[in-house]
């Protein structure tokens, strides 16, 4: 990997630089009664909008790879017969300014799924790959434990990442395309100094964290406790009302619906992000459901991310970001329910 | 901006990247509906062609897997292949009417278009059961998967030993393919109906399958050597069936199931078919016993 | 010369809700002409009693479909009065202009969809869409604009969601605000070819000297809360409310009639321009002579050319109103509210005329009376007193039954009136 | 439209349909002329023989039947009688329909008279309790909201059409809310029902930043006991609870017991 330094002063230039992209970055949302601010991302027309230093943004990346609503395909008829249209829907090319760490994990994870993978999802493909990515640090939040997950730090699947040392970014370049656009940015070598900076701000994050989960046996311990009846209690807090899926940077369950035109001419097929929390998520045609109880499909959530994922591509499917504990109305959060699995797998032993 | 879709897929004119299926995701087979058969009230077969020739010797699929079948504006959904393997491009699917789009095909006419995408899944094994003896178990709709593997066994009928069928349904009524089994007879095939209800004209079996299975296992037949088990029907009958299966000697692992989950895509991403955190799409539908046993939730 | 008829019109259509007329003529004297409201009454008076402030608005939306946005404005303005708070200028901005947009949607859906297949022979729209599709795609756009303007700014065009007491939950869009406006200034040319369709249709010739009841205006036309005034002279402040309404029970009608100086009272488009004609903007003035209506018109029938005139007065004002949101920064959406027990009173100019609700608040800001005083009602004892005077000049003409029946549907009608709003 | 409509090949004839409201705001027969837009490929799928706020005359041959509006007179039984007689498929279109809407509002009160007298005084007024149209006649299909979403009257009907099966979300609008990334009411200290009503408005409310007020009735498994125990832990009273609760009528039974619990605050006057 190459490093380079960036003067703060700096960035505004390397931001106009993307202008031929759409600049996608962290903004403020909202704040609470109590004044915390809420983030998100969104579509940034001026500099002055972007908050580098934002916690943690409600709602993942996700959409901008893999939207909640996506149209498949469209359909025009003629009698018996049709044609079928597809476009993968990704037409302006994208720059994230100010992605973290958890995050970028979180699209390499989905990559697999996606990309490298016996059907490849050309939808999430052709976004993806048109997307020009610059991560940023991040100071640990309460209800971060990406570092448990091993998604505090990210070694691919951006372009270049950003770690503020003070007075300027430590950047890590990736890409040729990043070499290029920081060329024109005044960027300079880093020294020693630089390094010795940019590493203890490694040790500072990592000394920041406070929320932690022991994923030792992890798999192991989901299929010991098949039957716990810790997953109950979950399951009658629960709400099914499949948040926790739709700000997880990773959930990407589906189902597909069509519409018929109202001139019956035409029609269009329709994916939707789904969540298996969702009371239908396994129900089949005439109605047997296969997970009609919540806390069976909560506990899915749980088997997929944690075991199943792992089974296949030996790594979890959570990057720990904290969001669905976060978001969840009922405070169903990971570390806990973990917590909570593990303790029965230990019983009183 | 939406542009006609034709194979290979090509994303907004950008270049094919290595890892891409070029056979693209949302290519579907154009297929006409050539004949519609009703097999009982609410189950037909429909015999699907594609419509391109060449492409039509290129599609080729294994017993035991399945297709999406779409209709556009109705809907999409997997159905296993119940025909013959050696019949590449020309495939029989059997549909019960249930749903949406099932119950939309119930009122289709011959010669409309649908879109077929697959096959996909895994399929039964039928090289690797050469020589043995087969015991295939069906129950109700069960039949549609199993008659794929079966077709392929008895088109190369002198390559296995001992065939048999057990089948069931609730009624006679309810009973599919029944013109076709004085020819399946005539394959030296052992073939065992039951129902679970008879009516007036029936002078068949009346029973659980199991039932009949036992009765052929008696006298302690082991099926430990060189036997094959292909199991198809609802979950509770399965279990039953395996377990009788599993009590005369047969491996888990020579004992086959197909399993059913909801499904909307076919390609392991939509998640809705999975069994623990299983694809069934991807490393199913056919299982293995021993596999099925490790699905936490498969029964 | 005829001089016998007996008309029983029940349901009459393409009005709101559910009323009849009831016209029986012998031997050229009139027996009986009423209008008759056999509506269901809902009770929104009573529901709202020992709900908490916040209700009030929400509920009160689905007292009507055509102007929940008025209900929801006046419920509101009735809360805040009530509690003494006074909302700040952007707030009072945004809500006039949805006041104005509702104005525009729900006139413009009433001369076109309601009234004009009266003129053109036809019992509804839907075969103009064939023989006038060009008159059809005009009523179509100048109502979607007008909709899609009631979603920006009060979330959504019917019973609104953005509307709260206090403020807004959420501002439109600026860049929406902006093509808002540019939407609006295509209105006006659509606004002047409805003018002169209008102008072409034959208005009957009726005439019947009546009181007319509207908000007083001080510098502007007005819609949202100031003193009350009638054309025989009362001035009452908004808190006076009853005494400008006088709302009585009767058996003919199950929503109740009202009174004032005379026998009865009209309220509505006519009223407001009847008492605030010279504070139209310009060109809708202009448009009012294209029309020929000029203060004090006393026929009923040129209800609908004063709605079409007061859809060009909202369409200029909504342009200011949007000029002024932009040339400020954004304030804050929604200030709190300290409930306090009291009584407050809100008056709205609706569509269909002047409306008031009351609320009385116990300490908790917990509702302990209701009154809602909904336009048609005040309209009813005046649609009597009309109907009976076009028996009697009808029996006098020796009118046929169909014409009767036909003149005495379109004057319901030209009242606009919102029959289930009325009963509530 | 010309001849015989076919989907696939498969017969899509024109049906006949009338439009009918009981005690209601006429808001949702509004909507479907709210949506100028497709107004006319609307009007091409059904043949409207009946619908009184727009049109003069009409018939009594229908084959679809939407009835809005909730009964809460003796006489509206009637009229929904003879209307469920005429039609093949009766339509409740909206909340007063499906489960007595705002007007069930009145039925809370212990003393049947009370609302008639505090509105009328001893003025004599025929009324009932209001009820749902399932109370007395067979419903076939039910659109759910107050107001109901033109969109989703507009694929209902054109689903009917075809012949396709007329699917509602079972999930709640939560979902939907999520789906659009808005900020949750609950970060934002206002109370919601969003978790436990049934989604197909994609959130309408939420989307304004305004919380649900449960409109469309209950999800499919609504875990209610949840969302008031999150609601009591975030500071909102029994009373407001109760008050979304209430409202519509969808979670009628709930809203009952809950109301027994509650302190009764003058909601009986008179008993
Ligand atoms: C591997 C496999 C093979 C199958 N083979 C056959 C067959 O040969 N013959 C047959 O009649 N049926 C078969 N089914 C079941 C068939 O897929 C369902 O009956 C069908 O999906 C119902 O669709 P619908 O639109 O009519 O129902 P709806 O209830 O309207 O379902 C909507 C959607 O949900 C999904 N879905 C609902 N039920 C099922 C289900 N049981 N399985 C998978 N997805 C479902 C589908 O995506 C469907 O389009 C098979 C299912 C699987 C998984
Ligand atoms: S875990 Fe929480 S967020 Fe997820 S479905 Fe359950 S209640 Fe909703
Ligand atoms: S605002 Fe309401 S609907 Fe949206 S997430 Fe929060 S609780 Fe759910
Ligand atoms: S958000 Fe709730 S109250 Fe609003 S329309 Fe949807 S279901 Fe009805």
Redesign the pocket.
Do not use: D, Q, W, Y
């Given at each position: 990997m190459l490093f380079k330094v960036l003067p703060k002063y700096r960035l505004q230039a390397l931001f106009d630089a993307l202008s031929s992209r759409r600049i996608i970055g962290p903004v403020e949302k909202a704040r609470r009664p109590d004044g915390e601010v809420l983030y998100g991302f969104d579509a940034i027309c001026r500099f002055e909008d972007l908050r580098l230093d934002y916690t943690t943004t409600t709602h993942s990346p996700k959409k901008f790879f893999l939207p909640h609503r996506e149209v498949l395909a469209t359909f025009s008829l003629s009698g018996t017969t049709w044609e079928k249209m597809v476009d993968d829907n990704a037409y302006l090319p994208v720059a994230f300014f100010g992605m973290h760490a958890c995050d970028i994990n979180a699209l390499n994870k989905l990559d697999k799924v996606m990309i490298d993978s016996s059907y490849p999802n050309p939808y999430y493909a052709a976004k993806r790959r048109s997307t020009f990515i610059i991560g940023i640090d991040c100071v640990p939040q309460p209800q971060c434990f990406c570092r448990s997950m091993g998604a505090d730090t990210v070694l691919h699947g951006f372009d270049m990442f950003l770690t503020d040392i003070g007075g300027d970014y430590f950047v890590e370049v990736q890409s040729a395309e990043a070499y290029e656009l920081l060329k024109g940015a005044g960027t300079r070598d880093p020294s020693s100094h630089d390094h010795a900076l940019f590493m203890k701000k490694g040790d500072m994050k990592k000394a920041g964290f406070s929320c932690q989960v022991d994923a030792t046996d992890l798999t192991k311990i989901l299929d010991m406790e098949f039957q716990a009846e810790v997953w109950l209690d979950w399951g009658k807090k629960c709400l099914s009302c499949g948040t926790c899926a739709n700000v997880c940077p990773t959930c990407y369950c589906y189902?597909?619906q069509e519409y018929v035109d109202l001139d019956l001419r035409g029609a269009l097929k329709e994916m939707h992000l789904y969540s298996c929390n969702l009371i239908d998520f396994a129900?089949?045609?005439?109605g047997?459901n296969f997970r009609p109880e919540s806390h069976t499909r909560l506990k899915y959530r749980f088997y997929h991310k944690h075991r199943g994922f792992v089974e296949a591509f030996e790594a979890s499917l959570c990057v720990g970001c904290g969001r669905c504990g976060t978001a969840c109305l009922a405070g169903i959060t990971v570390p806990e329910v973990i917590a909570s699995v593990r303790r029965e797998a230990q019983g009183d032993a | 901006m939406h542009r006609p879709f034709t194979p290979p897929l090509m994303h907004s004119g950008r270049e094919q990247r290595p890892g891409e299926d070029p056979a693209g995701f949302e290519y579907s087979y154009m297929a006409e509906i050539t004949n519609i058969y009703p097999l009982t009230a609410t189950?037909k077969l429909y015999q699907i062609q594609l419509c391109d020739s060449s492409l039509r010797r290129s599609f080729t699929f294994r017993p035991g897997q399945?297709v999406m079948l779409e209709l556009p504006g109705?809907?999409?959904?997997?159905?296993?292949?119940?025909s013959s393997p050696l019949r590449h491009g020309d495939i029989e699917?059997?549909?019960?009417?249930?749903?949406?789009?099932?119950?939309?095909?119930d009122r289709v006419k011959r010669g409309t278009q649908v879109g077929i995408s697959g096959p996909f899944?895994t399929s039964f094994p039928v090289e690797e059961m050469e020589g043995g003896d087969m015991y295939f178990v069906a129950g109700g709709?069960g039949i549609?998967?199993l008659r794929s593997p079966l077709c392929s066994i008895l088109e190369s009928r002198s390559r296995y030993g001992e065939v048999n069928l057990i089948y069931g349904a609730n009624t006679p009524r309810k009973l599919l393919f029944t013109y076709q089994y004085d020819a399946w007879r005539r394959f030296d095939i052992d073939l065992q109906i039951t129902v679970d209800e008879p009516d007036a004209g029936w002078d068949g079996h009346v029973g659980f399958i199991t039932a009949i299975l036992e009765k052929k296992l008696a006298g302690g037949r082991s099926l430990a050597h060189n036997a094959y088990a292909v199991v198809c029907g609802p979950p509770v009958m399965f279990r039953y069936v395996c377990d009788i299966l599993t009590e005369a000697g047969l491996p888990m692992q020579r004992m086959f199931v197909?399993?059913?989950?909801?499904?909307?895509c076919g390609r392991g991403k939509c998640c809705?078919?999975n069994i623990g955190s299983t694809y069934?799409?991807l490393k199913?539908?056919v299982f293995d016993y021993w596999s099925v046993m490790n699905l936490k939730e498969a029964i | 010369m005829k001089i016998s008829c007996d008309i029983n019109l029940r349901h009459l259509t393409r009005v709101e809700g559910h009323g009849n007329i009831r016209i029986r003529i012998e031997s050229g004297a009139v027996r009986e002409a009423s209008w008759e409201v056999v509506e269901t009454p809902r009770f929104f008076e009573a529901m709202l009693v020992g709900k908490k402030w916040e209700n009030a608005p929400w509920i009160c939306a689905r007292i009507c479909g055509i102007c929940s946005i008025g209900h929801t404005l006046a419920s509101i303005r009735a809360v805040e009065n009530g509690f003494g708070f006074e909302p700040d200028t952007q707030t009072n901005r945004l809500r006039l202009l949805l006041k104005h947009m509702e104005t525009l949607q729900s006139h413009i859906l009433h001369l076109y969809f309601l009234v004009a297949p009266d003129f053109f022979g036809t019992g509804s729209i839907l075969p103009l869409v064939e023989t006038h599709p060009e008159e059809v795609q005009r009523a179509a756009r100048l109502k979607l604009l007008a909709n899609d303007a009631c979603d920006l700014i009060g979330g959504r065009r019917l019973h609104p969601t953005r509307t709260v007491v206090g403020g807004f939950t959420m501002l439109p869009a600026r860049d929406e605000l902006r093509h808002l406006h540019h939407r609006l200034r295509a209105a006006i040319t659509d606004l002047h070819r409805a003018g002169e369709l209008f102008a072409g249709f034959s208005i009957p010739d009726f005439r019947r000297e009546t009181e007319f009841v509207s908000l007083h205006g001080e510098k502007e036309y007005p819609f949202i809360g100031g003193d009350l005034k009638s054309s025989d002279g009362v001035r009452r402040k908004e808190w006076e409310y009853k005494e400008m309404s006088n709302e009585y029970c009767t058996p003919q009608s199950t929503a109740k009639w009202a009174r004032l100086s005379r026998a009865s009272f009209a309220v509505g488009a006519l009223a407001r321009l009847n008492n605030n004609f010279s504070l139209l903007h310009e060109r809708a003035r202009k448009l009012a002579e294209l029309l020929q209506l000029e203060p004090v018109c006393h026929n009923p029938f040129m209800n609908n050319a004063a709605q079409l005139v007061e859809c060009m007065h909202v369409v200029e004002d909504a342009l200011l109103l949007i000029d002024r949101l932009l040339a400020e920064k954004p304030g804050e959406p929604r200030r709190k509210v300290r409930p306090a027990a009291g009584r407050g009173v809100g008056a709205v100019e609706v569509p269909r005329g002047i409306l008031y609700h009351m609320y009385e608040f116990d300490e908790d800001g917990r509702i302990v009376r209701a009154d809602c005083v909904i336009p048609t009602a005040q309209n009813h004892a005046n649609i009597q007193h009309d109907i009976e005077a076009l028996a009697r000049e009808a029996a006098a003409a020796g009118m046929g039954d169909r014409d009767i029946e036909h003149f005495a549907s379109m004057l319901v009608r030209s009242y606009d009136p919102c029959i289930s709003c009325s009963v509530h | 439209m010309p001849g015989e409509r076919n989907y696939l090949g498969v017969p899509a004839p024109r049906p006949k349909a009338a439009f009918f409201e009981l005690s209601s705001c006429e808001g949702c027969q509004l909507q479907l002329f709210n949506n100028e837009a497709t107004l006319t490929e609307f009007l091409s799928l059904i043949e409207i023989v009946r619908f009184r706020e727009v049109m003069t005359g009409g018939s009594d041959e229908y084959a679809i039947a939407f009835v809005e509006g909730s009964v809460t007179r003796p006489d509206e039984i009637e009229r929904l009688r003879a209307i469920r007689g005429n039609a093949e498929l009766l339509v409740a279109l909206g909340s007063c329909a499906c489960f007595g809407g705002v007007n069930q509002l009145k039925n809370r009160f212990s003393d049947p008279r009370f609302a008639a007298r505090t509105v009328y005084g001893d003025f004599p007024v025929a009324t009932m309790e209001a009820r749902p149209l399932a109370d007395f006649v067979a419903v076939d299909l039910w659109i759910y909201g107050c107001p109901v979403k033109k969109e989703e009257v507009e694929r209902i009907v054109t689903d009917l059409v075809v012949g396709k099966?007329v699917?509602h979300p079972k999930y709640p609008v939560c979902m939907e809310c999520k789906a659009n990334e808005n900020i949750c009411l609950y970060d934002l200290g206002e109370p919601c029902l969003g978790p436990i009503t049934r989604a197909g408005c994609d959130a309408w409310c939420p989307n304004n930043r305004f919380g649900c007020w449960g409109c469309r009735g209950p999800a499919e498994g609504a875990n209610i006991a949840q969302l008031e125990e999150i609601m009591k832990t975030r500071g909102f009273s029994a009373e407001a609870i109760l008050d979304r609760l209430e409202c519509f009528g969808g979670f009628r039974d709930v809203a009952d017991e809950l109301r027994k619990k509650t302190d009764e605050r003058g909601r009986s006057p008179g008993a």
């Open positions: 189902g597909v129900e089949v045609a005439g047997h | 189950e399945f109705i809907g999409e959904a997997p159905f296993s292949i119940s699917l059997c549909i019960r009417a249930v749903g949406n789009l099932t119950g939309f095909l899944g709709l549609v998967p197909s399993l059913e989950r909801r499904m909307h809705r078919c069934t799409c199913g539908p | - | 099966k699917v």
